[in-house]
C-alpha cells in the first residue's frame, strides 16, 4: 500500500500532497487498504476479501487469544457519557454487544458472570468509562494479538480528534467505528484509512506523513507487512 501511495506522490512532486479523492483512486490490492479489512473482520467478522481457509484460521486464532487480567477497578473518577443511551436504543443488541467487546478490550476487561454475581468482580458501566491514549496503546495486543504502540497512537489521535490527553467516551469511539457498519465501503472505508494515516490531521498525506509510518512501524509486524506491501 505505502508503494502505491508514494509512487503516486512522486510521479509529480516530492512536495505534492495527496487528498481524499487521489487517496480513494490508488489501486489497492483488494480495492481498499488492507489494514482496513482487517479492522471490519476485527469488528465485525465479516470477510471482504477473497482470502483462503489458511488466512481465516490463522485471524480466527489470533483474535480470541486468551488474556489474563487481574481484577481492577475501571475508569475510577467522576465521568458521564450522555450520548451512550441513544446507541443503546438505536443499535440492534448483538451490533452494539460487538462494540462494548472491543471497548472493554481495550480497557483490558473480560467479564466473568460468575465473579459479577459473587461481587468479586467490578460491575462494568459503560456510560461511567471512557478510554485513555494508554488504555489504547497499551493494549492493542487484545484486539490484534501483537504489540504496535505506534499504530495505537495513530487510532488514538484518530479517535481524539487529534488532542492528546482526552478521554475517549463510548459514544465517541462508536461513532467512529460505526463506518464499518455501512455498506459502501470503498468510500467510507478508505475515509478511515486515510484520515488514520493523516498524522498531522491537515486533511493530506504528504511524505512526511509516509515517513513516519515507514520509521515507525516495524516491516517485520503484521500491520507493517500490510501497510508496506
Keep these: 500500500m505505502l508503494a502505491a501511495i508514494k509512487t503516486t506522490l512522486v510521479q509529480e512532486d516530492l512536495n505534492d500532497c495527496l487528498t481524499l479523492a ?73 451490533d452494539y454487544a460487538v462494540y462494548l467487546s472491543l471497548f472493554q478490550r481495550f480497557l483490558n476487561y473480560y467479564p466473568d458472570e460468575k465473579k459479577l454475581a459473587s461481587g468479586l468482580q467490578p460491575k462494568f458501566n459503560e456510560d461511567k468509562c471512557y478510554l485513555t491514549e494508554e488504555d489504547i496503546v497499551g493494549n492493542m495486543k487484545n484486539i ?42 470503498h468510500y467510507v472505508y478508505n475515509t478511515f484509512a486515510f484520515r488514520l494515516y493523516d498524522i498531522d490531521h491537515d486533511g493530506v498525506l504528504n511524505v512526511m506523513n509516509l515517513l513516519h509510518l515507514q520509521i515507525n512501524i516495524p516491516y517485520s509486524s503484521l500491520v507493517g507487512q500490510e501497510i508496506f506491501k
Design 144 to 185: 490484534f494479538g501483537y504489540h504496535n504502540p505506534y499504530f495505537g497512537k495513530l487510532l488514538y489521535l484518530m479517535l481524539s480528534g487529534g488532542l492528546d490527553k482526552a478521554k475517549i467516551s463510548m459514544s465517541t469511539f462508536i461513532k467512529e467505528l460505526l463506518v464499518f457498519k455501512k455498506e459502501d465501503v
Design 22 to 94: 487521489e487517496f480513494s483512486q490508488i489501486q489497492f490490492k483488494f480495492g481498499l487498504p488492507a489494514l482496513v479489512a482487517d479492522l471490519v473482520w476485527y469488528l465485525t467478522g465479516k470477510t471482504i476479501n477473497q482470502e483462503d481457509d489458511e488466512v481465516a484460521q490463522t485471524k480466527t486464532t489470533k483474535a480470541h487469544l486468551p488474556v489474563s487480567m487481574a481484577d481492577k477497578e475501571v475508569c475510577a473518577g467522576p465521568f458521564f457519557d450522555p450520548e451512550i443511551e441513544g446507541f443503546r436504543s438505536g443499535l440492534k443488541p448483538e
